[in-house]
T-cell receptor, first 114, second 110 residues
Framework: NAGVTQTPKFQVLKTGQSMTLQCAQD?????MSWYRQDPGMGLRLIHY???????DQGEVPNGYNVSRSTTEDFPLRLLSAAPSQTSVYFC?????????????FGPGTRLTVL | GQQVMQIPQYQHVQEGEDFTTYCNSS?????IQWYKQRPGGHPVFLIQ?????EVKKQKRLTFQFGEAKKNSSLHITATQTTDVGTYFC??????????FGKGNQVVVIP
């Protein structure tokens, strides 16, 4: 099992560019989520999904889109990158269709927006 | 949104000493999870507490859940250099969202 994988590991964007952060898991987990981590701010939930075809907003969803067409994949799209989106992004998954289970985190994507 | 407060935010701990980190909520929690993140790494699950007053141990780590299910603590004894990192608590308020605290960054002094 590869667990939760994220690509790319590092990315530099210019303001206004769009891109997709990829997240995949091979554990057949129903619940997947995206967090951003900024210094001193902990982890803030962007979007989450309780199963294929179902997504919902988290604490800081503005400027991001998600979709969940398969159980395995949960990409995060930045529509028009802004410097405020410079952050480390983590994808996580858990086996149940809800939050009351161990969250397995991917290695993260370090994004810089110039 | 719902928040969990962690104190302290930073700790410098002498190797061999004990330390405790705390997590507090103003409302009752369904459960609480603890994670550890090494510098440059990703959060790794440590434990989940569900029952009021629950105490769980993992070697040198002791986790407690308050009787009112509004606070939790992590106590580490005989600190080692491998304990360096940031410890997060994360709470579920029963709405399918996990709210993370801001973390307690621990530096171990050899």
């Amino acid at each position: 099992n590869a667990g939760v994988t994220q690509t790319p590991k590092f990315q530099v964007l210019k303001t206004g560019q769009s891109m997709t952060l990829q997240c995949a898991q091979d554990m057949n987990h129903e619940y997947m989520s995206w967090y951003r981590q900024d210094p001193g701010m902990g982890l803030r939930l962007i979007h989450y999904s309780v199963g294929a075809g179902i997504t919902d907003q988290g604490e800081v969803p503005n400027g991001y889109n998600v979709s969940r067409s398969t159980t395995e994949d949960f990409p995060l799209r930045l529509l028009s990158a802004a410097p405020s989106q410079t952050s480390v992004y983590f994808c996580a998954s858990s086996s149940l269709g809800d939050i009351t289970d161990t969250q397995y985190f991917g290695p993260g994507t370090r994004l810089t927006v110039l | 949104g719902q928040q969990v407060m962690q104190i302290p935010q930073y700790q410098h701990v002498q190797e061999g000493e004990d330390f405790t980190t705390y997590c507090n909520s103003s409302t009752t929690l369904s459960n609480i999870q603890w994670y550890k993140q090494r510098p440059g790494g990703h959060p790794v699950f440590l434990i989940q507490l569900v029952k009021s007053g629950e105490v769980k141990k993992q070697k040198r780590l002791t986790f407690q859940f308050g009787e009112a299910k509004k606070n939790s603590s992590l106590h580490i004894t005989a600190t080692q250099t491998t304990d360096v990192g940031t410890y997060f608590c994360a709470a579920s308020y029963g709405n399918n969202r996990l709210a993370f605290g801001k973390g307690n960054q621990v530096v171990v002094i050899p």
